[in-house]
């Protein structure tokens, strides 16, 4: 083994410099977003107030490949190319004929693929005079990566966490300050949309971005940047999966056979998988493409595929997408990132057409193979990391059973130093696997407006 190679990377003169626009390549272009009031599609005016003009066009573009500017190039080349690795040590404890491959975002300045958006989305907010941003987070991947950004660019970063991982997660929080932005613990008293929930609501994303959303609207001098699920977020992300075949073939490999991601909003699977389903679209290639998603939060695996608002007080446009319901509010699992009631409409389209799959599975089934993954590869994955890493599992257990080779993908979307307090609980045998009861689901899919 120790004459194998593990790390896989990139050139200068391979830098990636195009970001990646899957509707370019849908064979049936994805229903519009409509506007809360009138049901109409929505229109650049009415997404002005939260958004520069250069992220409203990227969200309704249909170019295939976008121009990444000069100054948010020079941020990605602080960590970009991040490495791809193959596992093989891995692969080894589970004695699988299957190669195993994991694109690794924990290098970046926040430790997960979160900055790829934070930057861009800063630069354009601070090009157009804007030096005040409000936003939403969960476990606080994004929250963090949104304050470094504001860092670089000397802009303000106001920050509503969902409660029960700002409760959980103090040292989250603190990296957030660190980086400069204010966090608020969400439902917060702040907001209107917050006053609405008692006072130690455990919070969901959805609460926590009618917060964001709410103050954005009322101060001219502020947008609302958000960390997932839109078009532009998930353009933005395509340079993983953009690095990722150009590292795949310095590897010697062709297309491979599954391509696995966390999907929690779907920024981090889509930025994966966007440019490995463009190749399906357009040369043919035969790879499975599957989000990995928590069983107590199942949104593609049993939501419904319907209009539905992002947030939940309903402030956002109504979204064609899987979704629990905007009123969904999911047990306090550990993934924090992956929380979300909905799905990105790009992903979810991708996967009503058939074009895409997925599973969802337990966070102790997930925990253990974050752990077996540690204890091979040296990497603490985070707790949304290694729902992929559970199903990556799977799929090389099947391959020896099978006696099959098969190239397996995953998209590692950070690390889990911060996530600590999880892996204790994991380890102590006190972590609970929370399914979604049918009582559940049906009370949530109630409040989804008919459209």
């Not at 958004?51 to 020079?74: K, T």
Request: glycine share 10%; hydrophobic share 35%.
């Amino acid at each position: 083994m120790s004459n194998e190679q593990v790390v896989y990377t990139l050139d200068p003169d391979e830098q990636v410099t195009h970001w990646y626009n899957i509707m370019a390549d849908l064979p049936t272009p994805p229903p519009p977003p409509l506007h809360p009031g009138t049901r109409e599609p929505v229109g650049p005016e009415d997404l002005a107030p939260l958004f520069p003009m250069e992220l409203i066009l990227q969200e309704v573009s249909q170019e295939r490949y976008i121009e990444i500017p000069q100054p948010v190039l020079d941020v990605y080349a602080q960590y970009r190319p991040s490495p791809l690795y193959r596992a093989r040590r891995w692969e080894a404890k589970l004695g699988t004929p299957a190669r195993i491959y994991y694109k690794y975002e924990g290098v970046s300045p926040a430790g997960s693929h979160k900055v790829n958006t934070a930057v861009p989305q800063v630069y354009y907010n601070v090009k157009n005079g804007i030096r005040r941003l409000t936003t939403e987070t969960g476990a606080g991947q994004w929250g963090t990566a949104l304050s470094y950004a504001c860092s670089l660019f000397d802009a303000e970063c106001e920050v509503w966490q969902v409660g029960v991982s700002y409760d959980g997660k103090p040292q989250r929080r603190t990296l957030i300050e660190v980086f400069g932005g204010k966090v608020h613990r969400s439902p917060s008293r702040l907001t209107e949309a917050g006053k609405a929930f008692p006072e130690g609501h455990p919070g969901s994303l959805g609460i926590a971005i009618s917060e964001a959303v709410e103050v954005a609207a009322q101060d001219p001098e502020a947008k609302y940047a958000l960390g997932s699920v839109l078009n532009h977020v998930l353009l933005h992300q395509t340079v993983i999966g953009e690095e990722a075949l150009k590292q795949l073939a310095k590897a010697g490999e062709g297309a491979p056979d599954v391509v696995l991601g966390c999907a929690g909003g779907g920024s981090n699977f889509a930025g994966l998988a966007f440019p490995f389903l463009r190749e399906n679209l357009t040369n043919g290639a035969g790879t499975r493409i599957v989000a990995v998603e928590p069983a107590s939060c199942p949104t593609i695996t049993r939501g419904e595929y319907r209009y539905d608002f992002g947030d939940t007080a309903g402030m956002t446009p109504l979204m064609k997408m899987y979704t629990l319901g905007h009123d969904f509010v999911p047990s306090p699992i550990h993934a924090g990132g992956l929380r979300y009631h909905g799905m990105a409409p790009l992903v979810s389209h991708a996967v009503h057409e058939g074009l895409i799959g997925a599973v969802a599975l337990p966070q102790n089934e997930c925990f253990e193979a974050g752990v077996e993954f540690a204890r091979t590869q040296g990497i603490v994955p985070a707790p949304e990391s290694s729902h992929a890493l559970a199903q990556a599992r799977r799929e090389a257990l099947e391959a020896k059973e099978l006696g099959e080779e098969r190239v397996i993908v995953i998209g590692l979307s950070g690390h889990g130093l911060l996530e600590l307090g999880a892996y204790e609980q994991f380890l102590s045998g006190s972590l609970s696997d929370d399914a979604l009861s049918e009582e559940a689901l049906t009370e949530s899919l109630a409040g989804v407006p008919q459209v």
